[in-house]
């Protein structure tokens, strides 16, 4: 059974920074890529970041582009976002998603998510 | 980037209903289109990929049409375990969604 459990998430300053880990288990996870989807507070679903299965392709949404960064370790069945420089917009519900493929098309897993608060 | 475009925002519809969402691009996506179902507090859930493949495990009520800019997704009759929000996904250049269409009984 596919499972991913997201864990790091908490309060953080504006400025600060927070990493996030995602564990899978249940499939073999260098053959599928990883994404990071975000939801903000009675909003609609966000897509922040992906990876390849391998790691050596990443993708950014442009509202984290040089503030986030993702990572994986498959010796860990891990995935990680990094994210620095908080802003209050990057308060939400961060969920781990798993691609059907080794890079790039849809997400058949999900975890339960991460609350990220960005606030004084 | 590609933009997504969902309509409605929000359904009032009652059990038993045919309900119909749709979903634009600003582009050319192909096929490459996904729709996800999402309940208050959980992860969304896969229905569909690739515009028409229905994800296994999801009941036949749901189906899924449209190539290139127009797609929709198909609930041929409503049940209680429906209402929920629905998002379509674009995934032919990285990975945009539409902005969701919350499903409400009336």
């Known amino acids: 059974e596919v499972q991913l459990l997201e864990s790091g998430g908490g309060l953080v300053q504006p400025g600060g920074s927070l990493r996030l880990s995602c564990a899978a288990s249940g499939f073999t996870f260098t053959n599928n890529a990883m994404s990071w989807v975000r939801q903000a507070p009675g909003k609609g679903l966000e897509w922040v970041s992906g990876i390849s299965g391998g790691g050596g392709t990443t993708y950014y949404a442009d509202s984290v582009k040089g503030r986030f960064t993702i990572s994986r370790d498959n010796s860990k069945n891990t995935l990680y976002l990094q994210m620095n420089t908080l802003r209050a917009e990057d308060t939400a519900v961060y969920y781990c998603?798993?691609?059907?493929?080794?890079?790039?098309?849809?997400?058949?897993?999900w975890g339960q998510g991460t609350l990220v608060t960005v606030s004084s | 980037d590609i933009q997504m475009t969902q309509s409605p925002s929000t359904l009032s519809a009652s059990v038993g209903d045919r309900v119909t969402i749709t979903c634009r691009a600003s582009q050319s996506i192909s096929n490459w289109l996904a729709w996800y179902q999402q309940k208050a507090g959980k992860a969304p859930k896969l229905l569909i990929y690739k515009a028409s493949s229905l994800e296994s495990g999801v009941p036949s009520r749901f189906s899924g049409s449209g190539s290139g800019t127009e797609f929709t997704l198909t609930i041929s009759s409503l049940q209680p375990d429906d209402f929920a929000s629905y998002y379509c996904q674009q995934y032919n250049s990285n990975w945009t969604f539409g902005q969701g269409t919350k499903v409400e009984i009336k």
């Open positions: 998603a798993k691609d059907r493929a080794y890079s790039g098309s849809y997400w058949d897993y």
